[in-house]
């Protein structure tokens, strides 16, 4: 079969080798770079597909990410909530920080009469009466040091009586009723 093809003239082996190097090319289209093509474009649909997945579960996570925070705001916002208007009178805290502030300004107490808890349509008022002892400064500071603490704390119906000059400088006696409030319990 060599021998033949030897033989044949010039254009007839171009013929038969360009007939053969399409046979090839049409089999290795066929056998290997087709299945390939297809394989790509199989692998390319996939992609889009993982992406349109990855970007719809890109925006869940966003979402579920803004929702736990708004979460963690509320559940802050809440305990700072209940240290303002807490749901029990807690008179032992309150009596404790009236007292701590108090013991900061220098102000001496003579006496603490709790009195009864008023409700209110959403909340009870917890009204206490104090009598304070030492100078007008001393008195300031208390009152502006009971606004800042974090429970809500009304003071009111100020009276002050019996000032004295001694070797410390000027006192008074201060009759003042410190309402705090608490938050009525809505299952009642």
Known sequence: MLDQFLKMPMA???LVLGVLVILVGALFWQ???SPLVEELESAQNQQQQLAGKLSEVQKRKKTYDEDVQKMEDL???SVKQRQMLPVESEMASFLN???SVAELTGLE???VTPMA???EKYYATIPVKLELK???LQLSKFFYQVGRLDRIINVGNINLTNPRVNENGA???ASVMAVTFRSLDKAK
């Open 97 to 99: 920080n009236l007292n």
């Open 12 to 14: 007839q082996k171009l």
């Open 109 to 111: 107490i003579l006496s």
């Open 31 to 33: 056998l290997y770079y």
């Open 171 to 173: 006192s008074l006696n």
């Open 117 to 119: 808890e008023k409700p």
């Open 134 to 136: 030492g100078n007008f």
């Open 75 to 77: 559940k802050i916002a």
